[in-house]
């Protein structure tokens, strides 16, 4: 999961910048979302536990430093599209 080059893009829209995913960083997201599943960090009952966003926000640091991306602000939301998409 390391070398990825591309950064995000940003735009404006009326509530101010909107982060732009681009497709390495989402395949990172899920790849991760995986292993937080495989090492028991999610169950049937109570799904990813509450420490899981900032936990993914450091694992994803680690191989994509440069896009910084926070747990509140910008997993919560790309997990909630890629659900509904």
């Known amino acids: 999961m390391s070398g990825f080059s591309q950064s995000s893009v940003s735009s ?6 909107k982060r732009k995913w681009v497709p390495e960083e989402d395949v990172a997201l899920v790849s991760y ?14 799904r990813f536990n509450a420490s899981y966003l900032n ?5 994803l640091e680690k191989v994509l430093p440069h896009a910084m991306l ?3 602000l910008n997993l919560e939301s790309r997990i909630r599209t890629l659900k509904r998409d």
């Open 12 to 17: 404006q829209n009326s509530r101010g910048t």
């Open 70 to 72: 926070k747990a509140k």
């Open 33 to 46: 979302m995986v292993n937080l599943h495989n090492v028991g960090t999610f169950n049937a009952d109570t």
């Open 55 to 59: 936990e993914l926000e450091r694992m």
